[in-house]
RNA sequence: GGGCACAUAGCUCAGCUCGGAUAGAGCGUCGGACUUCUAAUCCGACGGUCGUGGGUUCGAAUCCCACUGUGCCCGCCA
């Protein structure tokens, strides 16, 4: 609703402006401070000002003035604050949005593109553990490739997996050559990464620590995985892909808690295997860029403000990670209309670097995206996985559940409140919020920023957090179930099981719209797919956890002020029942792109 | 040394892309609201040289420049 009101804005307010023969390049339109009665506003008269002669409110009278909202199905009025033109919605928007989101689960889809998108996030080494310093990525990558469905997009989530280089050698190496009793540890958890990273801490310290003519044998060993890979040796590629696939079967379980799942994981060695790394490099041997000095083909990328030569194959002819990564992503370009990338703040640099060089191979680089985040370090130091220094994401999740539980119990005890939650009730509230905490606190801030992981506040819940939000749904929930239960009459008006809503017989111009606080909130409902489609135009989940705190506020006056079940007249109390599964529905779908679980009770 | 980010209330953060109405929240502090559809809630008060300095503009937290501080990167590693 609010897209159509915004467009009607945009239209009415251009005509008019050419109507006066003034220019409507800059129609100046934004959101009014909240305290403003006005749906949309224009500053546009501080600019027309010195072209007209005269001061910028009596240039918005004249625009104002000049507007017609004959024909527009959701702009009824204008009128000026000042300088200011202010844009109002009529009845019509308010309904029209209650009648779609009372009614549809799915409030917040926007149409289909046609259109696909591959979203590849998380593609940590598979080395061992997911430590928090990454945990990141793969909660903004999972919001965002849920954000790009929610915006209509085809989207898979990928994972990529870096099972070519030095580290997958060392870590296959390791684990061959050392047994279960060279190991002076047990795992930190049952599960396969915690018992094999043992193996490539081991080998890791080996390679630092023992003796020059060990440490030449096992760098022999590791090389000759290294070329077999290169070689294209089928045993190679079996006794890495063990290792690799082990360790990341047990991180896929530490990412499904989240969860983050993905479609495929898209193995490095394939673009090795396929020869498609060796045409890519063939094709990059004939560009003007390329010049090969010692020994080894560079590219010269200063056209692209990078003055850092990009090698791209080794003196000894073999590839390198980025040229993997090439064929990797042109790859992409073939199966998908766009591909995005969530990284780290350290692969930057060699994102640029590959875009530009995309770009110089043909390829069109609009079509690809990236979402920068900083890492999350220690108050003393970053998380690594190699030194075994970090905190493990299960001992977070776990921790935070364990709070959770904790916070549920003991407000059972001390809250004035009929609750009948049953056991299985305490632990899926404690699992949504615990982990929803986790999440929300993550994907609701810039990427760009720093985190110091703290204990504290990663798991407080009274700050702004998941359990405000996802409570604004369960007191939606628990309305809904309320008024069905009691079985509330109302005429046209029943909630299912699901809490939808039918609304065909609602008179939508009832007194719903009375209040101030019924029509703020479906304020709010109706510009949710608005903040949906900006927030995937520039790929910025957190603006969504924007969103659901604003719409808590507006959630809580309303809930405050205006009594459902028990309201006055059978008229208002349909039309309020409507309003709830309106909000539930708009607040379940925004977690839903959080990724965070909307609890029906808690 | 060069490049890329970031700096907003005591603390944690929105707002910046595309300049516009009194810079917003939460936590903390202080004071209030549960015989009421769930108080993980709500209401009120206190709290700001938007890192510093310049520039552009009718108008700058927002754009530009310089500086300071912090993080990251600068390998024939991934």
């Known amino acids: 609703m609010f897209r159509q009101f915004r467009s009607e804005v945009a239209d009415a307010l251009g005509d008019a402006l050419a109507s006066l023969d003034l220019p409507t390049d800059d129609l100046g339109i934004e959101r009014p401070p909240d305290d403003m009665d006005a749906t949309l506003a224009s500053s546009v008269a501080f600019r027309l000002a010195g072209e007209v002669g005269a001061a910028p409110p009596s240039v918005a009278a004249d625009v104002a003035e000049a507007v017609d909202v004959a024909g527009y199905d959701y702009l009824a009025a204008v009128d000026t604050a000042g300088p200011y033109v202010n844009f109002h919605a009529g009845e019509r928007y308010l309904a029209d949005t209650l009648d779609a989101a009372a009614a549809d689960p799915d409030y917040g889809t926007l149409p289909d593109r046609d259109a696909s998108v591959v979203v590849e996030h998380t593609s940590a080494n598979p ?71 043992r193996y490539y801490r081991k080998g890791n310290a080996f390679l630092e620590e ?23 040796d089928e045993e190679t590629y079996e006794r890495v892909g063990e290792v690799v696939d082990t360790v990341l079967g047990g991180m896929k379980e530490c990412l499904a808690r989240l969860p983050a799942e993905f479609d495929e994981f898209v193995k490095e060695t394939r673009f090795m295997r396929d020869a498609s790394t060796d045409e890519v490099a063939a094709r990059l041997k004939e560009t003007d860029q390329a010049v090969y000095e010692e020994d080894a083909w560079q590219l010269e990328l200063d056209e692209w403000g990078i003055e850092k030569n990009l090698v791209f194959l080794r003196s000894d002819d073999t590839s390198l ?69 970090g905190v493990m994401l299960d001992d977070l999740l776990d921790e935070a559940i364990d709070r959770a539980r904790e916070a549920v119990e003991s407000r059972m005890d001390d809250r004035i409140r009929d609750d009948d939650l049953t056991a299985e009730d305490v632990e899926r509230i404690a699992h949504q919020v615990g982990i929803g905490a986790v999440r929300y606190d993550i994907v609701s801030k810039q990427p760009a920023k720093a985190i110091t992981f703290e204990w504290e506040d990663a798991l407080d819940f009274e700050a702004q957090s998941a359990p405000f939000v996802q409570y604004v749904h369960a007191r939606c929930a628990g309305i809904l179930s309320e008024a069905a239960a009691a079985g509330v009459e109302v005429p046209g008006v029943t909630a299912d099981a699901d809490g939808v809503v039918d609304v065909d017989a609602l008179d939508v111009d009832g007194a719903v719209f009375e209040t101030e606080a019924a029509r703020e909130l479906l304020r709010e409902v109706a510009r949710f797919p608005a903040v949906i489609e900006t927030a995937a135009d520039d790929l910025e989940p957190h603006t969504i956890a924007t969103f659901t705190r604003e719409f808590a506020d507006a959630y809580n006056a309303f809930y ?43």
């Not at 440490?215 to 290169?230: R, T």
């Not at 992409?332 to 209309?337: E, G, I, R, V």
């Open 127 to 197: 080395t061992g553990p997911v430590h928090v310093g990454r945990a990141r990525n793969p909660i903004v990558g999972d919001a965002v490739a849920n954000l790009m469905e929610y915006a209509g997009y085809d989207v898979d989530r990928h994972y990529y997996v870096n099972d070519a280089g030095r580290q997958m050698a060392v870590f296959t190496w390791a684990y061959e050559r050392f047994d279960e009793s060279d190991l002076d540890t047990d795992p930190a958890r049952d599960r396969a990464e915690y018992d094999l990273v």
């Open 210 to 232: 023992a003796d020059p003519a060990e440490v030449d044998a096992a760098e022999e060993g590791i090389s000759a995985i290294l070329q077999g890979l290169e070689a294209g």
């Open 321 to 389: 990670y980025t040229t993997r990564d090439l064929a990797h992503h042109e790859w992409k370009f073939a199966n998908y209309d766009r591909a995005v990338t969530v990284l780290g703040e350290d692969h930057k640099l060699q994102a640029d670097q590959l875009g530009a060089t995309l770009e110089l191979l043909g390829n069109d680089t609009d079509r690809l995206g990236h979402v920068i985040y900083s890492y999350v370090n220690l108050p003393d130091g970053k998380m690594s996985t190699r030194r075994g220094t």
């Open 560 to 602: 405050r002020e205006c009594p459902v079940v028990t309201a006055d007249d059978e008229e208002l109390r349909a039309a309020r029942v409507a309003l709830v599964a309106a909000a539930k529905h708009t607040m379940a779908n925004a977690l839903d792109v959080l990724g965070v679980e909307a609890p029906e009770s808690m």
